[in-house]
């Protein structure tokens, strides 16, 4: 009894959770339990109410440890989060897609602009694009320009420093290159049952994309 109690102090939303869920506010919860990320109230309350790390302009998911900038430069798919784990850094200066299902792990960075070495004053932008079901694993880091193709598995603490648009592959290494080639035939595809793209629902996406993001 004493732990439960001590477990409700420190959650004190909890006993209302129940309730919460059933609000039409909420209804992201509920149906995206299926996702490879499923998000929670608690989640959402620490982003948006509380504001904590900074990170309450997304329209997706992202971890308080993160950080992400030029939110209105980077377009995410259906259960893909950049920042959703601890310690990731995301800059969509240059402008980020990032595909459906896509999966990012902790300390992933991704940048889409550099310094320009002999002006570090000035910005040299260049877009970055990263396929449907890829994978890009812990430390892992995606350069400015940098295309990857569907199914391409980034390798934890490699550097992508060039394109793959072919995909189905998984890189790994400093500076990285292709260690294995994935068979098309094994690949599954998969679709969630009612589809997200961050809190919003992907029937509602595309109307605020016009109206908020340029990308």
């Known amino acids: 009894m004493k732990r439960k109690l001590l477990h409700l102090l420190a959650n004190p939303f909890r006993v209302f959770l129940p309730f919460i869920n ?15 990320n499923h998000v929670g109230f608690h989640f959402w309350f620490n982003q948006k109410v509380l504001k904590l790390g900074n990170n309450h302009k997304a329209y997706w998911p992202v971890h308080y440890t993160s950080q992400v900038y030029d939110v209105h430069k980077i377009l995410v798919g259906v259960d893909a989060y950049p920042g959703i784990m601890k310690g990731c850094y995301i800059q969509g200066k ?14 992933v960075v991704i940048v889409s602009s550099n310094h320009d ?3 570090t004053r000035k910005s040299i932008l ?28 980034v390798a934890a603490g490699a550097v992508v420093t060039k394109s793959f648009p072919e995909g189905y ?17 094994k690949c599954v595809p998969f679709h969630n049952k009612i589809a997200y793209n961050g ?12 109206k908020h993001l340029s990308v």
Do not use: H
């Open 117 to 119: 070495v002999y002006d």
């Open 199 to 210: 809190y919003i629902r992907s029937d509602k996406f595309e109307a605020y994309r016009r």
């Open 169 to 185: 592959c998984v890189l790994a290494g400093v500076p990285a290159k292709v260690v294995k080639t994935l068979d098309k035939e």
């Open 94 to 107: 240059g402008g980020i897609t990032i595909g459906d299902y896509t999966q990012i792990a902790p300390n």
């Open 126 to 153: 260049a877009p970055v694009s990263i396929g449907k079901y890829s994978w890009l694993g812990a430390g892992s880091k995606i350069m400015p320009g940098v295309t990857l193709g569907d199914w391409t598995v």
């Open 22 to 36: 059933r609000l039409p506010a909420f209804r992201f919860i509920r149906e995206t339990k299926d996702y490879q």
